[in-house]
C-alpha cells in the first residue's frame, strides 16, 4: 500500500474511533416485571339518567301547592302537595327516602279480620319512618303474585300485565325490576310483586287507563339511592304515572321507574314524624301484606 493509502486508512479509522466515543450507552434491561400502576380510585356505577324529555314533551302537570317537607323517623321525609292539568286536581302524599340509611321491609299480614288500623300498630312495632299498603290479594286472602317477608316466601310469581314488576331487596340492596327482569328468588330476603308498570326509564307507560280515577298507592325509584313511596287521591293510573314522570314536580326527586301498588279501599299510609306525631291516609279494608321503611 502506498504511503497516501496508508494515511488514508489510518485517518478513517480514527474517525470511526471517535464516533463510537461519542454514542449513547445502551439502554439498561427492562426489568423481569413490570411495575404495578398507582391503584385508581373506586368509580360507582351509575346508571343512564333519565332522559330529559320533559324539555322537549310536557305533561301539562303543575305543582300547585306544597308545604315544607315533614321531617320523619331516621331521616326519612313526607311531602303532600297538589298536582294540576286543566280542571284536574290530584293530591299526593309522598315519603322520599334514602336507601344507604333506611331499608325496605315487607311485612305479612295474614289475619283477615285486622282491620285497617292495623298499620299503624305494624309502624310502631317496627319503629318504621312509614309503613303502606303492600300489593294485591285474592278473595280467599291469598295473594296475587310473589311476596317474600323476611326470606319466607308466599304465593307464586305471577307475570301479567297487572302484576308486572316487583320491589325486592337482595343482598342489603333494593331494586325495582319488571317481570322479564327477574332472575329467581335466590338471595332475596324482601320482595312484593304488584302493578301494573307506571312509569319506564323516565318515561310514562303509554299503555294504561285513563278513565278511572281511585286512591292510589305507588313507589317509585330514582335509579340510584332515592326513593318515593306515596298516596294519590283520586286519578286514574294514566295521570298517577304523568305525574310521577314530571320533571321538577317534586324538587330533588326524578322517577326512572314507578310500579303501582294495591289501591282502591286498600290505600293506607301511616307515616311517623320525629316530632312523634304521625300522619295518615286510613284505609277500612284488612290488607295481607304492607311495606315499611325502617332504619337500617
Same mark, same amino acid.
Given at each position: ?48 339518567? /333519565? ?26 321525609? +313526607? ?5 294540576? @292539568? ?15 340509611? +333506611? ?17 299503624? @300498630? ?47 331487596? %337482595? ?24 302493578? /301494573? ?12 287507563? @285513563? ?14 339511592? !332515592? ?21 321538577? !314536580? ?37 290488607? %295481607? ?8
Amino acid at each position: 500500500m502506498s504511503g497516501a493509502g496508508r494515511f488514508a486508512a489510518a485517518a478513517c479509522a480514527a474517525l470511526l474511533l471517535a464516533q463510537c466515543a461519542h454514542q449513547q450507552p445502551a439502554e439498561p434491561a427492562p426489568p423481569p416485571f413490570a411495575a404495578e400502576p398507582a391503584p385508581l380510585e373506586p368509580v360507582a356505577a351509575v346508571p343512564s339518567a /333519565p332522559p330529559a324529555w320533559g324539555e322537549v314533551f310536557a305533561t301539562g302537570w303543575e305543582r300547585r301547592t306544597h308545604s315544607a317537607p315533614a321531617a320523619l323517623r331516621h331521616g326519612a321525609r +313526607l311531602h303532600v302537595f297538589e298536582a294540576r @292539568k286543566g280542571a284536574e286536581a290530584v293530591r299526593l302524599s309522598g315519603v322520599v327516602f334514602d336507601d344507604r340509611h +333506611l331499608a325496605l321491609r315487607i311485612v305479612d299480614q295474614p289475619d283477615e279480620q285486622a282491620g285497617g288500623a292495623r298499620i299503624e @300498630k305494624i309502624a310502631r312495632e317496627l319503629d318504621a319512618s312509614a309503613c303502606f299498603n303492600g300489593g294485591f290479594f285474592q278473595r280467599d286472602f291469598t295473594p296475587l303474585g310473589q311476596f317474600v317477608s323476611d326470606g319466607r316466601t308466599t304465593g307464586a310469581f305471577t307475570r301479567s300485565s297487572l302484576v308486572s314488576g316487583a320491589v325486592l331487596v %337482595r343482598g342489603g340492596s333494593p331494586a325495582l325490576v319488571w317481570n322479564a327482569e327477574f332472575t329467581g328468588a335466590y338471595g332475596i330476603t324482601q320482595m312484593l310483586q304488584a302493578g /301494573p308498570r307506571l312509569v319506564d326509564a323516565g318515561r310514562p307507560v303509554g299503555t294504561l287507563e @285513563k278513565t278511572r280515577s281511585a286512591r292510589r298507592s305507588f313507589i317509585a325509584h330514582d335509579g340510584r339511592h !332515592l326513593w318515593l313511596a306515596g298516596t294519590a287521591e283520586d286519578c286514574t293510573l294514566a295521570a298517577l304515572a304523568e305525574i310521577l314522570a314530571t320533571p321538577g !314536580l317534586l324538587p330533588g326527586f326524578t322517577t326512572l321507574r314507578a310500579l303501582n301498588l294495591d289501591g282502591g279501599g286498600s290505600t293506607a299510609l301511616c307515616a311517623r314524624r320525629a316530632d312523634g306525631g304521625e300522619f295518615h291516609i286510613r284505609s277500612w279494608r284488612t290488607v %295481607r301484606n304492607y311495606l315499611a321503611i325502617v332504619a337500617r
